[in-house]
């Protein structure tokens, strides 16, 4: 039997909010075996800041899959382009990154919040109180891999939507930031090709564990200790050590890094069917979406 190709788990739960330090940020890590992830503590602090976590990643050298939640591109193949009549409206992924991070170059914390200011821009969003003129309303514009968690009776919401509890806009594009800055450092799966050793980061969609755990459609968060280890031994993990303050950043931290683990050495996850070279250069893909 081979090797498997990681020895360790990392995933993050994301923000894309104002401000320096964020408890909507958490880091979980968990080695091959059944032993339950436990949270990294943020350096120094009460809570991790963005760059944080991109001075963390960029620490890591052994064979660590990391899963970021966040959408690390917009939709593309849909209209052909990002931003569809934009000037030099960039043409892949890396492009984009490049953009979104010169942009808000004159934002701290690795904010965006000069990006969503362009006049040209901002005609895509739905911002509060400024819905661009280009925003098609509804759900918004959707990646590819975005409707294939639609067939699996998940509720995606557009990258373009930067408004409500639900969306993900700003995640994604405060995370775009940390991707440009890891260019050639540390691969993206599947801008870059898997590597056969080393660490590599893929998107991940916390409710895919979630749903994998058995936490049916409505209850997706976990907010106790008893709910937690019910979700990890699903997923063929040991009890977790007990947490500090039970918060959804937490708890879907934890249980997707055990997800990782459980689910890194499936093929098919690495040969999603439906994902072209160009989505896997333009768009990108969620880890478990076959």
């Known amino acids: 039997m081979a090797e498997p190709r990681f020895s360790r788990f990392a995933a993050i739960d994301w923000s894309g909010a104002q401000g320096h330090r964020h408890k909507g ?46 959408s690390p591109a917009f939709p593309f193949v849909d209209q052909d382009g990002y931003f569809p009549g934009a000037p030099d409206s960039p043409l892949d992924a890396r492009a984009l990154w490049k953009m979104v991070d010169d942009a808000s170059a004159a934002d701290p914390h690795l904010a965006v919040s000069s990006l969503l200011t ?69 691969p993206v799966w599947p801008f870059d090709p898997l590597p056969p050793h080393g660490p590599a980061i893929v998107e991940i969609y916390t409710t895919i564990a979630a749903r994998a755990a058995g936490i049916r459609k409505g209850l997706s968060k976990m907010r106790d200790a008893v709910s937690l280890d019910t979700a990890l031994a699903n997923l063929g993990s040991q009890p977790h050590r007990p947490l500090a303050r039970y ?31 160009h989505i896997a250069r333009t768009e990108g893909w969620t880890f478990g979406v076959s």
């Open 247 to 277: 918060d959804d950043h937490a708890t879907d931290a934890i249980l997707t890094a055990a997800w990782l683990r459980a689910n890194a050495d499936r093929a098919e996850l690495w040969r999603p069917q439906a994902m072209t070279p």
């Open 118 to 186: 362009d006049p040209e821009i901002r005609r895509h969003f739905r911002q509060h109180r400024d819905c661009g003129d280009l925003f098609p309303g509804g759900a918004g514009r959707m990646r590819v891999c975005e409707h294939g968690q639609r067939t699996m009776g998940l509720s995606p919401t557009s990258c373009f939507n930067l408004v409500g509890a639900a969306q993900v806009g700003k995640s994604s594009l405060t995370g775009m930031r940390v991707l440009h800055r890891l260019a050639g450092r540390l």
């Open 25 to 70: 940020i958490a880091v979980a890590v968990c080695a091959t075996g059944d032993a339950a992830p436990t949270l990294v503590a943020p350096p120094g602090a009460s809570a991790w800041s963005r760059d944080d976590v991109l001075d963390w990643l960029l620490c890591q050298d052994t064979s660590t899959l990391i899963g970021l939640d966040l």
